[in-house]
């Protein structure tokens, strides 16, 4: 079985054609997996400083209030200590 030169000239390019294409799609794929672990990396970071600065807001909040208590029994105190 012989392979007309004039077909093997027309797939030949066709191959190419679709090897070219399919190595395209495969490096872009890669690479868009690439970025995208990137930008899960960089999500990660930022979510945790997103926790950390709510905690941190939350033990200020909590410093904040143990600030006033501790005003409104000094200023107490200084009442009780002028009175008696």
Do not use: W
Not at 18 to 32: D, E, K, P, Q, W
Not at 54 to 60: D, F, G, T
Not at 62 to 78: C, M, P, S, T
């Amino acid at each position: 079985m012989t392979i007309d030169p004039a077909l093997l000239a027309a797939l030949l390019p066709v191959l190419g054609s679709a090897l070219g294409a399919f190595a395209g799609i495969v490096i872009n794929t890669r690479l868009t997996t690439y970025r995208i672990e990137q930008l899960e990396k960089k999500v990660d970071k930022h979510n945790t400083v997103v926790e950390r600065t709510y905690n941190l807001e939350e033990r200020l909040e909590v410093q904040q209030e143990q600030i006033r208590v501790a005003n409104h029994r000094i200023a107490d105190l200084e009442q009780q200590a002028r009175q008696g």
